[in-house]
């Protein structure tokens, strides 16, 4: 099991950028692949960004390729969620999620495929 704290949300005007973090409590961090979620009042949780436990592999949502980038650093045992040219519409609560992976190049992109979550971190986006 591992234990994840996300932070660096909060108000930014848009076009700014944001370093989100999740630091996971655990030693076997590094056989985690990584994820991150959205969600906007009234709307669904929504997949962002995923990484494998190798680094390797990335999957972005369209919304947010280009201008998001997640990376991670296992000897920290923490995962990043860099976002550049913040847009409105990127408003939400944004979540870390882990779950372990058979391989390292295995890589998830739906949210019932990560069985932990961090409690998130508001990203509010001013116009």
């Known amino acids: 099991q591992v234990h994840m704290v996300e932070s660096g949300g909060g108000l930014v005007q848009a076009g700014g950028s944001l370093r989100l973090s999740c630091a996971a409590a655990?030693?076997?961090?590094?056989?985690?692949?990584m994820g991150w979620f959205r969600q906007a009042p009234g709307k669904e949780r929504e997949f962002v960004a995923a990484?494998?436990?190798?680094?390797?592999?990335?999957y972005y949502a369209d919304s947010v390729k280009g201008r998001f980038t997640i990376s991670r650093d296992n000897a920290k045992n923490t995962a990043y969620l860099q976002m550049d040219s913040l847009k409105p519409e990127d408003t939400a609560v944004y979540y870390c999620?882990?779950?372990?992976?058979?391989?390292?190049?295995?890589?998830?992109?739906?949210?019932?495929?990560?069985?932990?979550w961090g409690q998130g971190t508001q990203v509010t986006v001013s116009s």
């Open positions: 999620a882990a779950a372990n992976a058979p391989y390292g190049s295995t890589c998830y992109r739906n949210a019932y495929e990560y069985p932990y």
């Open positions: 655990g030693r076997t961090f590094g056989t985690y692949a």
């Open positions: 990484i494998s436990w190798s680094g390797v592999i990335t």
